[in-house]
Structures are given as C-alpha cells and as structure tokens.
C-alpha cells in the first residue's frame, strides 16, 4: 500500500514535468534575406534570417558589421510577426562594400545555444563595389530581397562545438539519475527482497544528480550569457525550474527512506519517480523536441534514457548488495536483476536504433559527421554490455551461490564501459544532429567552380595575395592556402596539399576549411567546402568567409582515411578608408571621410599663419546633421614625425578645432577618436597636406 502511494506520488510528478514546455534544440540558419554570398544591386534596409527552429529573441541577436567590424545595424533583432522561425534585424545606410551577419541564437524549443556568420554585398549605383571582388560574386538585377546571382561560397554556419562544462555537466547528471533510479527500482520492484540496497548508496546518488543538475544549469546559463534572474524570465526558464523541482523531489525521497526505514516503499517510489522525471525533462529539452514528431520522439529518447539507467543503475546496486561471501539472497538477487536487464537492453537497443534513425538519417552521415561518428562509439560500447550482460547471465549468474567472484570482475569492467557510453551520451545531446544540421546548412550555395561576370569595380587600394602554409600534428600532410585578391569580402581560394614526407600531390576526396576570428567572439564560425580543380593534390573554391580585417584562425580538414586538421592562420589587412577631396579656389580644402552607417567626418585645415593652422573636424549622420560625438581626441604626426597629441576646443557637439603647426607641402597624419550615443567608437586615421 506504502509503495502504491509512493508510485502514485510519482506519477503526478511525472504527469507535472510533462506538462512543463520544453525549453532547449539547436536553430541553425536554413536561409536568409539577403542569401549568403550574394552582391545586391539594391541597398537593403533589414536582414531577415530563418532559422529550422524557433530562437528566443531575447536570447538570440543578429549583428551586421562592416569589413571593419563595425555595427550597422539601426537596431536590435526582433522576431518576425506571424514567423516564429524568423528574426529580423534593421539596418542603416550602408555605403556600396562587404558586410558580415553574425547571428547568435538559443532555440526556443531545446535551449540549445548556436552561432554562425555570412556575408553580402551592396554593389554602387554603376554596379560598383567599394572592395575588390573576385569572379564568382556577380551582380544583376535585384530580385524581392534585393539579391541577385548566386552565392559567392558554400558558407556554412555551425552551431559550436560543445564545452567541457556542457559535456561534464551532463554526463554528472546522468549517472546521479541512472543510480537513483537502477537502485530504486531495484531495490522496490526488480529484487525486494533479494536486494536492498543502503541509504547511504541513495545519499551518494542523490548528491551526485544534484552536482550534474547544477552544472547543465550553470552550462545553460554561460552558453546564453544571461544570469539566473533573467534566465527564469525567458523560453529556458521552465527547464531550469523543473530540473530544480525534480533535484529536490528526489531529495525528499532519499529523506523519507533514511529517516523512516518503515515507510521504504514511499521512500523508493518518490526516489524512481522523481529521477524518471528528471529523465523526462532532458528528453524534453533534447534534440528529440525539435524531432518530426516531438511527442513521439520525447517519449521515445526518454524510454531510451531510463533503460539506460535501469541497466546500468541497477547493475551498480547490485554490486552493492552481493558483497561478501556467497549466499542465496544474493544468488536470487542476481538472477532477478539478470531476467530485467535483458529487457533494459532489448528497450536501449530498439529506442536507440529508433532515434538514431531519426536523427542521423542517412548512412553517409551516420559515417561521415561528428554525430554519427558518436553513434557508432556509443553503440559499439552497447554491444560491449550486451555481449559482456549475456556472459553474466549464462556463466556468472548461475554460478552466483558458488561464487561471486565472476559477477564482481564482469560486471566491474561493464560499469566502466557504460560510463564511458553515458559520456559520449552527453556529448551527442550536445552536437547538433545530422538531419538538423543539413537542413541548417540552409542559406548557402555550392562554390563558385567557374568563373562568372564579376562587377565593376573601385578599390580604394589594390590588396596583395595572401599566403598560409602549415601540416597535421601528425606530419602526414602540407598544405599552402593561397587567398586572392585578399581583401576582405569574397576571395579566390586555392588549397594544394601534398605528402610531408615526399613533397608528392595527394588528392583525397575533398578539403573543408573553417573560419573563426578570435578577436570577435560574436562572429560565429563559417565553413567552405572546396572541390578538386583536375590538377592532382589542387582544391578551390569562391567565399566571402573572410568578410572582416583582422587575423582569422582557418582549420583544414583533408579527408584522407584517417581524415586530419591542419591549423592555418591569415591576418585580412584593414581596409583603406574612402576619402572624397574638394577642393576649391580660394578655399580650405575639405576632406570626408565616410565611416559606418553613413556617418561621415569633415576635416579641413584653416591657414591663418605661415606655419600655424586650425584643423577642424565635424561628425555628421547620416542625414547629413551634426552627430554629436563625445570624447573626442586627435594625434597630429609630421611625415616620418613621432604623434602627439592635439589639444581640442570643441565649438559645437561633434565639432571640435585644434591649433597645429604645418610646412606647405609635408604631410600630417591625423588620427581621430570619438564615441557615439550608445558607444560605439568613431575612429579613423588621415593624410593630410597643407597648401593643397
């Protein structure tokens, strides 16, 4: 009767946790307005970006910046009316260039945090692009999203590589839950009698699921950079609260239990229930919530997960309870556990082969991702248990009220290897799945492979190729990337790859190259898949991926069997600014300097002394008013001259003057600092020549 009330506690609470929504999947890009890579013929006011799963926009950003880094945007992303997928970002003016959309998302249906980045170009009103642009990035007549011709690379977006806390965290947890609930059930419902398992073997589970439950919060929290205060206030919240809820359930099971040994029924039917719904709150916010059939899928992953712990917690509590010298409790024990964990792993192979259809899809990404490579591990570690759980249960079982000898060592080594599979659990949770990750490789195209029309085209300056060279840390293979015109924006990109040792081509079957820039850690990474070009060993392919000054940290992957990385870095120089010159008779000439979001700055030099002149520098928006900039400072160089700094009386805001000492025809070089509304800083550098 005891335990009937403790199971019908159970049952509440598991019915209370299944109507929590589901709060964390991985919403990766499936297609943008502009589309990746393309120039547009028309100045767009706004990025939209779809995304395969609904983002929390107000965990989740979009940032467009300009090759310099700087923001253009005229706002923050806002979701889309009537589009839950869809997040839209205004922007400013934009002068023609190359512009980065760095997004930043944490689904609204799993709470997985991704990030990712691509870029577009605005071409001029003559079809003129302000930064040079290789063949592949062509430019026509605009279509609704103002975008025209194809991508100028196969820009992927990625959603991040999980960290040691994600892994960690989860992995802690699921141990704590599959004791907590192996040795509940086995203790109240496998062995009763046979076996029972100590308070203190509960206590110790109970504390470690607390441990793993605190740190897959803290993991959530540092992975959307919010605190816990705001985090209960968004879309994460309800999985933050029923993790909280169940920890704490559980907790009051292990009380009853070690308090009032004559209500242990209760004790164990709140302790199952309450880890079998902390069970079902990771499945809710798994991978499985953003699955074709959700319902469907949660149900499943979450009978997958508590097979799991069944077997492999119960397995632990009996260890526990066949110490000593043989007897036949402990022979019954074994044998009970023995007829259960036949059907735990018939229930984890038939749930498993279930979601890894689901998830992966296809054989060639079973075999050729991140994902399906981890499926494979965890598998082949099941069928490790199973075979090692058949040895067991045909030898060691039998012979338990001889010896127990053999049941300790087997089942010692199979708790070691289901560790291990429930660590590479908690990494797949983690990686974004195939049939997701395919689908949010949306946006991009395949690369440029022949060459098309390219734009017309007004460089400030002309770029220099840029060059990487670098191997795999197993000295198996070179690599030498060769980017041109190297500017940034779109580029030609050449890999040759040849033997370490003999210097001979190589030619595996494909090169991938991915881009992070360190200093922006709000850039996410960026992927491009290069073919072979015909010549052995000779890769190509057109992208903007390196749409940003700055040094970029590019990570090959040749796929030779076994595949290898090799790391790869370039620094895109800073683009020169453009500068317009009037000049006219009689008058100071004045210099503009166009900035980002169409802000612009004048600068001109007053001559009233032979040697002594008043440098004036006026901010203005893009409207064309003052902008009221605040900090202003000023260095003032002579050519081949140390800077120093100007002394600045400012006239208006945004308008400041500083008296400088000038020789007709000797350069100065002027660098400006200043910092809008809102902080963001206006700096630039200029050469200027008094008397002309």
């Known amino acids: 009767m005891r335990a009937a009330a403790g199971l019908a506690l159970a049952a509440a609470l598991i019915a209370v946790v299944a109507t929590t929504p589901a709060a964390l999947a991985h919403a990766l890009l499936q297609s943008s307005d502009p589309v990746a890579g393309t120039t547009l013929s028309t100045v767009p006011t706004q990025v939209t970006i779809e995304f395969g799963e609904p983002p929390d926009p107000k965990l989740s950003s979009i940032k467009v910046l300009d090759t310099s880094g700087a923001p253009v945007t005229s706002g923050p992303a806002v979701a889309v009316a009537g589009q839950p997928a869809q997040l839209r970002v205004p922007l400013g003016p934009l002068a023609p260039g190359w512009y980065t959309v760095a997004w930043r998302t944490v689904s609204a249906v799993d709470g997985h945090a991704a990030a990712g980045s691509f870029a577009f170009g605005v071409a001029g009103p003559s079809g003129a692009i302000s930064s040079a642009a290789p063949p592949g990035a062509p430019i026509g007549s605009a279509g609704p999203g103002g975008s ?75 992975d959307v950079g919010v605190d816990l205060g705001t985090a209960l206030g968004t ?45 079902l709150v990771d499945a809710a916010n798994s991978h499985a919530a953003a699955g074709t059939y959700p319902i469907l899928d949660i149900a499943v992953q979450w009978i997958h997960v508590a097979a799991v712990g069944l077997w492999i917690g119960g397995l632990a509590g009996l260890l526990v309870t066949v110490r000593g010298a043989p007897d036949e409790r402990k022979a019954r024990a074994a044998r009970h556990f023995s007829r259960a964990a036949v059907v735990g792993i018939a229930v984890v192979a038939m749930s498993g082969l279930w979601r890894g259809i689901a998830e992966i899809g296809t054989f060639d990404a079973l075999i050729g991702t991140d994902f399906g490579r981890l499926v494979i591990a965890k598998a082949c570690l099941l069928a490790v248990l199973a075979g090692m759980g058949a040895l067991n249960r045909w030898r060691s079982v039998p012979a338990a009220s001889r010896t127990l000898e053999p049941l300790r060592r087997v089942g010692s080594v199979e708790l070691l290897v289901g560790a291990t599979a429930l660590l590479l659990a908690a990494a797949l949770v983690n990686v974004s799945p195939p049939a997701t990750s395919a689908a949010g490789s949306g946006g991009t195209q395949a690369a440029t492979s022949s060459p098309t029309p390219a ?39 050449h890999v040759t790859v040849t033997d370490f040792d003999t210097g001979a081509p190589i030619s595996p079957p494909g090169v991938t190259l991915r881009f992070v820039l360190p200093a922006r850690s709000d850039v996410g990474e960026s992927r491009l898949d290069l073919a072979p070009t015909g010549t052995p060993g000779m890769f190509a392919a057109t992208g903007a991926n390196l749409s940003l000054s700055g040094t970029w940290s590019i990570t090959a992957l040749v796929e030779t069997s076994p595949p290898v990385e090799v790391p790869l870095q370039l620094t895109v120089p800073t683009p020169p600014l453009q500068v317009d010159v009037n000049r006219a008779l009689g008058q100071p000439t004045l210099y503009t300097v166009h900035l980002s979001n169409g802000r612009t700055a004048q600068l001109y030099l007053d001559q009233w002394a032979a040697t002594t002149a008043d440098l004036h520098v006026t901010y203005f928006s893009a409207a064309g008013t003052e902008l009221p900039v605040t900090g202003i400072m000023a260095t003032v160089a002579a050519a081949g001259g140390t800077p120093g700094a100007l002394p600045l009386s400012q006239l208006e805001p945004g308008h400041v003057v500083g008296h400088v000492r000038t020789t007709a025809g000797t350069p100065l070089t002027v660098e400006v600092m200043g910092t809008v509304p809102g902080g963001e800083r206006l700096d630039f550098r200029l050469d200027i020549t008094p008397g002309r």
């Open 148 to 222: 025209s011709g194809a991508a100028a690379g196969a820009e992927v977006a990625s959603s991040g590589g999980p960290s040691p806390i994600d892994i960690g965290g989860r992995f802690v947890l699921y141990v704590g839950l599959a004791l907590l609930l192996g040795l509940a059930l086995l203790g109240g419902v496998i062995a009763p009698l046979a076996g029972r398992p100590a308070a203190g073997a509960f206590v110790v589970a109970w504390v470690i699921a607390v441990l793993g439950a605190s740190l897959v919060i803290v993991a959530e929290l540092t």
């Open 235 to 279: 879309s994460i919240g309800g999985s933050i609260l029923a993790r909280a809820a169940t920890s704490i359930a559980a907790g009051v099971g292990v009380l009853v239990l070690a308090r009032w040994p004559a209500r242990r029924g209760e004790g164990l039917g709140i302790i199952a229930a309450s880890a079998a719904a902390a069970m």
């Open 455 to 493: 734009p017309s085209v007004t460089p400030t300056a002309t770029p220099s190729p840029l060059t990487a060279t670098g191997h795999d840390f197993g000295t198996s293979v070179n690599l030498r990337l060769d980017v041109s015109p190297g500017s940034a924006g779109p580029n030609d990109l």
